[in-house]
T-cell receptor, first 113, second 111 residues
């Protein structure tokens, strides 16, 4: 099992550009989520999904879109990148519910100029 | 905010010593989890303790939970250089599908 994979590892964007951060898991987990990690802020939940076709907002959803068409994939879309979105983004999955053990991907480091 | 708050923010100890870090929270919880993050990497789950449990062990790790004080502690015994990392607590509440993470304790083990 590859676990949770994320691409790209690093990305530089200009303000106003859009992009999609990819996340995939091969553990047949129902629950998937996206977090951003900023210095001194810990991890903050952006969006989450409890199954294919179901998504919901987390703590900091503005500027981000998600969809869940398959159990395996949970892409995060930045609609119009802003410097405030410079961060490290982590995708995570859980076998049962969002309250249980989370398995994290290696992260995507995003720099918005 | 229901975010857990770790204490201390940073801790440096000699290899072989024990390391203790604490997590406090504000509301009733379903469970509390501890994660480790090595520099530049994703988080790795260490231990999950439920609200009706008081103590759990996993190898050199011991976690306690005191729901009356709304606090948890993570003890790492006989520390090793490889334990150098940031440690985060995460809390879950009944009725939602979210984990809320604290800001972490940065642990440095001095060889």
């Amino acid at each position: 099992n590859a676990g949770v994979t994320q691409t790209p590892k690093f990305q530089v964007l200009k303000t106003g550009q859009s992009m999609t951060l990819q996340c995939a898991q091969d553990m047949n987990h129902e629950y998937m989520s996206w977090y951003r990690q900023d210095p001194g802020m810990g991890l903050r939940l952006i969006h989450y999904s409890v199954g294919a076709g179901i998504t919901d907002q987390g703590e900091v959803p503005n500027g981000y879109n998600v969809s869940r068409s398959t159990t395996e994939d949970f892409p995060l879309r930045l609609l119009s990148a802003a410097p405030s979105q410079t961060s490290v983004y982590f995708c995570a999955s859980s076998s049962w519910r969002g309250q249980e053990t989370q398995y994290f991907g290696p992260g995507t480091r995003l720099l918005v100029l | 905010s229901q975010q857990g708050e770790e204490d201390p923010q940073a801790l440096s100890i000699q290899e072989g010593e024990n390391a203790t870090m604490n997590c406090s929270y504000k509301t009733s919880i379903n469970n509390l989890q501890w994660y480790r993050q090595n520099s530049g990497r994703g988080l790795v789950h260490l231990i999950l303790i439920r609200s009706n449990e008081r103590e759990k062990h996993s190898g050199r790790l011991r976690v306690t939970l005191d729901t009356s004080k709304k606090s948890s502690s993570l003890l790492i015994t006989a520390s090793r250089a490889a334990d150098t990392a940031s440690y985060f607590c995460a809390i879950s509440n009944f009725g939602n599908e979210k984990l809320t993470f604290g800001t972490g304790t940065r642990l440095t083990i001095i060889p």
